[in-house]
């Protein structure tokens, strides 16, 4: 079955730029999906398809994809962006969702 | 507003079956695909399995043997059931709307705890 690797952590200060990795075999030719996950509050939506944004997620949140690495990109980073946040891809071996192990972004 | 929500018992006993439905409201599930995921406490999110508007379904291989889920389209309603629960079942459980290949739409989570 398909594995995704995130760091477990990844700290900021406000209004500087973070980054979180997805890595996983050729991921940057399959979609790869982004949730906000804030304790006690279900998930979020905030990129899908590599790179899509839904409606009402900032554009200071990105998402972009190379070989085997995924990135979801948070610019100008606010004490609310605090959250895990979890990529996820389909695997098409197993035709079931695959969730990485989530990273926690801290804000200094 | 898209309204997905919870409902079941909040504690069950070892070895007995766990029951959830989600409710669903100001939503259409057309041909999206129906799904359950749950968050084990201080743990990452996983995925349960989910059904398509066929009735048809896919369960996580680790759960396969003990999952079954169900909808009642006419209730706006799809259920999950869990069998020979363990501690290592509490979670919190949501529901959600699968949207091609990501989940645009979650319930707001409930915690089942695994508990005699």
């Known amino acids: 079955s398909y594995v995704v690797t995130q760091p477990p952590s990844v700290s900021v200060a406000p209004g500087q730029t973070a980054t979180i990795s997805c890595g996983g075999y050729?991921?940057?030719?399959?979609?790869v999906h982004w949730y906000q996950k804030k304790s006690g509050q279900a998930p979020v939506l905030v990129v899908h398809?590599?790179?899509d944004r839904p409606s009402g997620i900032p554009d200071r949140i990105s998402g972009s994809s190379s070989e085997d690495t995924a990135t979801l990109t948070i610019r100008g980073v606010e004490a609310g962006d605090e959250a895990d946040y979890y990529c996820?891809?389909?695997?098409?071996?197993?035709?079931?969702?695959?969730f990485g192990g989530g990273t926690t972004l801290s804000v200094l | 507003q898209a309204l997905l929500q919870e409902s079941g018992p909040g504690l069950v006993k070892p070895s007995e079956t766990l029951s959830l439905t989600c409710s669903v409201s100001?939503?259409?599930?057309?041909?999206?695909?129906r799904a359950w995921v749950r968050q084990p406490p201080g743990q990452g999110l996983e995925w349960i399995g989910y059904?398509?508007?066929?009735?048809?379904?896919s369960y996580n291989p680790s759960l396969r043997s003990r999952v079954s889920m169900s909808m009642d389209p006419t209730k706006n309603q799809f259920s999950l059931k869990l069998t020979s629960v363990t501690s290592a079942d509490t979670a919190v459980y949501f529901c959600?709307?699968?949207?091609?290949?990501?989940?645009?739409?979650w319930g707001q989570g409930t915690l089942v705890t695994v508990s005699s």
């Open positions: 959600a709307r699968l949207n091609s290949n990501h989940v645009d739409f």
């Open positions: 100001g939503v259409s599930f057309g041909t999206q695909i």
């Open positions: 059904i398509y508007s066929s009735g048809s379904t």
């Open positions: 050729n991921i940057g030719h399959i979609g």
């Open positions: 398809d590599n790179t």
């Open positions: 996820q891809v389909w695997d098409t071996s197993d035709d079931q969702p695959v």
